[in-house]
């Protein structure tokens, strides 16, 4: 899989580079390249950012250096995958995007090509979206209901949820199966050695040895710690819903 990422940060991206996302990039599982957005600028302060047209607080990144950025990634990834007509599909991360799931981890990692435009200050210019929009897949993505500082955390969380789904990433494809949001369901408690840690004891169940007890026990702790955390998992109408219109005429 080819991955470009775009940010005025490029140093935040670094801890790519360690562990099995690192071990991924050496073992050409993953092509990972980061641009600089500040060497698509021309003027000596390298600027990327301008007041927002209609007013109003903070900065807005301008369109020129992201209009560049995204035409050299596409010619750099176009070279990289030797294939002169591919498009990425880029994702732009924003508080304001879909929300990344399990579920979208498995569709992108299915994809040859993504590429991750990090927006900062108050966002990027919009016509940069609807130019890309015109010629590639776009899609805003959330990492949840909160506000950060930049895209380049999303994307850190995303590249690194999307790139273990990859082929050989993850030693053991079985450990990928019977985790958390897998199947609707979080996972189970584990414990290991020793047997008992200071007075408390691991359930007798696992010290059994009778695989059909193990295995029921264990889904009814995924029904039981999917309840009590994430009562929305189990009951769709459980989610938080915007209050009621209190003066729907
Ligand atoms: N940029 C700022 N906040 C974000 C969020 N919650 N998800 C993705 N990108 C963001």
Known sequence: MRVDVVSIFPAYLEPLQ???????REQALLDLAVHDLRDFTHDRHRTVDDTPYGGGPG???????????LDHVEAA?????????????????????T??????????????WLAFACGRYEGIDERVVEDAASRWRVTPISLGDYVLNGGEVAVLAIVEAVARLLPGVVGNAESLVEESHEDGL?????????????????????????HGAIARWRHEQRLARTASR???LLDPSARISPPPNPDPG
């Open 18 to 24: 360690l562990s099995l996302i690192g071990k991924a």
């Open 59 to 69: 900065m807005v990144m301008r369109p020129e250096p992201w209009g560049a950025a």
């Open 77 to 97: 990834g176009r070279t990289a995958l030797d294939r002169p007509d591919a498009s990425p599909y880029l994702l732009v991360p924003s508080p304001s995007g």
């Open 99 to 112: 929300p990344f799931t399990q579920a979208m981890a498995h569709q992108l990692a299915d994809e040859p």
């Open 186 to 210: 979080l996972e189970y408690p584990v414990y290991t050695k020793p047997a008992s840690w200071r007075g408390r004891d691991v359930p007798d169940v696992l010290l059994s040895g009778h």
């Open 230 to 232: 994430r009562p929305d």
